[in-house]
């Protein structure tokens, strides 16, 4: 439970998890710092509601009306997700925020989970998509513990939840990350080691107590690096967090945070910026692939038609997969240095 809360409270993101009646019953400290600078005002509601905020003025014009009866049919079992950006008027400015609203099982008594970070200054920059990173108090008759509500959290959120203690070498990791990676029946050995061990070779600078001590005091734990799947190819992981513990300006003392998973974000990307479109309307076979890990992320419909294989199925496999002439590594010499 303490480290679930540590880590939920730990998060960038923002989450709030509401009650059937839009009352927010659970929020980690970023939606209570989003709403302090909102200035909304909740400091004396015992029961405040996400129509208040709503209502309040920080979402803008049309977005404001949109988002909220979005929240009024998730919640009424009308509807199974509301993902998409909308304005924010926040310390005075308009700024973009990712919004995903999707609905808690019935066993959270039809309760929803609001999950949103500020897109803003990637949208600036070339309108790149990254999602941002940040005690949470008993759920009330909605959810039975508190601890319940954060691992409801992680799961609507798609979050990957670590804490590293740097002094003793303790490492823990949710194991839905490492199930995503194909590795069922892995086991860490709760020791840091055990983890770097998953790491890219080039990317094993990371993860050290010479790391952990680069970070300045309120700094942010932001690190790209690849981790192993089972079947031996890399997948794009990005780690944010910030310390957990610190003795005055010495090094961090424990890290928390979650892991985000950098590959869906690349698809994401392709896709937003309508190259999907390009290639699936060229009258050639055309096939995009991720740098890192090689495996498919675009196939035009006639080469999808040819092999015979969906672009799910394809997104699992590398050129190699088809070309059985050549393994992965002499593709990766003919296509670039």
Request: proline fraction near 4%; aromatic fraction near 8%; include cysteine.
């Amino acid at each position: 439970g303490e480290f679930l809360h540590a880590s939920f409270d730990a998060l960038d993101t923002q989450i709030a998890i509401l009650d059937a009646g839009g009352v927010i019953i659970e929020c980690n400290h970023a939606w209570r710092q989003f709403v302090r600078h909102a200035e909304v005002g909740f400091e004396n509601e015992q029961r405040p509601t996400f129509y208040g905020v709503v209502d309040h003025g920080v979402y803008r014009g049309n977005d404001a009306e949109a988002l909220s009866e979005a929240v009024r049919s998730i919640v009424a079992g009308q509807d199974v997700c509301h993902d998409a950006e909308h304005s924010v008027y926040l310390d005075g400015h308009f700024r973009d925020f990712h919004v995903r609203v999707k609905p808690l099982p019935p066993s959270a008594n039809g309760a929803a989970i609001v999950v949103q970070c500020d897109v803003s200054d990637v949208r600036t920059n070339e309108r790149a998509l990254v999602e941002s990173k940040e005690p949470a108090e008993t759920l009330a008759s909605a959810l039975e513990t508190s601890q319940k509500a954060v691992e409801l959290a992680v799961n609507g959120g798609n979050l990957g939840l670590w804490y590293w203690d740097v002094n003793t070498g303790y490492f823990e990791l949710n194991r839905d990350w490492l199930v995503a990676l194909g590795h069922e029946n892995a086991d860490l050995g709760a020791d840091i080691d055990s983890f770097r061990d998953l790491l890219h070779p080039d990317d094993r600078v990371l993860w050290t107590a010479a790391d952990a001590a680069s970070l300045a005091v309120e700094e942010p734990y932001d690190r790209q690096f690849r981790l192993r799947r089972a079947d031996g190819t890399y997948a794009g992981t990005q780690a944010l967090g910030r310390e957990n513990a610190r003795r005055g300006d010495a090094a961090p003392v424990a890290l928390a945070g979650s892991f985000l998973d950098i590959d869906a974000r690349k698809n994401a990307e392709l896709r937003d910026t309508g190259m999907a479109k390009i290639i699936e309307e060229s009258v050639n076979e055309v096939f995009v692939v991720d740098a890192t890990t090689w495996r498919f992320i675009e196939v035009i419909r006639g080469a999808r038609e040819n092999l015979g294989l969906p672009l799910k199925e394809l997104s699992k496999l590398t050129p190699a997969d088809i070309i059985p002439e050549y393994d992965l590594e002499q593709l990766c010499k003919l296509v670039g240095p």
